[in-house]
């Protein structure tokens, strides 16, 4: 699958996930975040798509993914900022999330089918390719979908491209940050937890 498809797989999903939940998304979320303001950062995966696509970049200064994740580490982004944006975002889903939602993955559906080919576009990080930046969207989608599903504790599965290539990006942003072998001693089960891939 492209990384359109598998993105927008990835927000069918999480659609599909908050038409589930209480329609107040009243009750504990993440951290500082209640369920509101959980489902709203997630939805921002989707709304950050829209926005950049509308603003084209002249260079790309992010080449990959992975370099994506460690170029926002290094901007030293207040948390009380991100807190703060996606409990503005859960207040802008309104009385409908379910709704609102729906309606987010539908215009970036047909934001990405009109899109040239493989436009470079502003994200925070700076000048990257749609196809580079789509992966970490969806990389958010899966996250806190499996975020929202345990804050509810209703089961819910990402697709599994989506979660295929989530799970890819973690040990490539884990490389990119030294910190790759630690990843894998942990899935291997070099640790007390009991878990191992294999």
Same mark, same amino acid.
């Given at each position: 699958m492209s990384p359109a498809e598998t993105f927008l797989d990835a927000a069918e999903a999480f659609s599909d996930q908050v038409a589930e939940l209480p329609g107040d998304l009243v009750g504990p979320g993440l951290g500082e975040w209640d369920l509101r303001a959980l489902v709203g950062h997630t939805s921002r995966s989707v709304l950050t798509v829209s926005t950049y696509l509308g603003q084209p970049a002249d260079r790309v200064d992010v080449e990959s993914a992975a370099a994506y994740y460690v170029a926002i580490g290094e901007l030293g982004l207040d948390p009380a900022d991100v807190s703060e944006r996606g409990r503005q975002a859960g207040v802008a889903l309104g009385d409908d999330p379910t709704t609102a939602v729906r309606h987010m993955v539908e215009t970036v559906a047909d934001q990405l089918v009109a899109a040239a080919d493989d436009p470079v576009i502003t994200t925070i990080a700076g000048g990257m390719r749609l196809t =580079?930046?789509? !992966?970490?969207?969806?990389?958010?989608? +899966? +996250?806190?979908?499996?975020?929202?599903?345990? #804050?509810?504790?209703? !089961?819910?599965?990402? !697709? =599994? =491209?989506? *979660?295929?290539? /989530?799970? /890819? *990006? /973690?040990? %490539?942003? #884990? +490389?990119? %940050?030294? =910190?790759? #072998? %630690? *990843? *894998?001693?942990?899935?291997?089960? %070099?640790?007390?937890?009991?878990?191992?891939?294999?």
């Open positions: =580079d930046y789509l !992966p970490t969207r969806t990389f958010e989608l +899966v +996250v806190h979908g499996l975020d929202i599903a345990a #804050a509810v504790s209703q !089961p819910w599965s990402p !697709p =599994d =491209d989506a *979660l295929a290539e /989530a799970v /890819a *990006l /973690a040990g %490539r942003i #884990a +490389v990119l %940050r030294g =910190d790759g #072998a %630690r *990843l *894998l001693r942990l899935v291997t089960g %070099r640790d007390d937890s009991g878990f191992s891939v294999v």
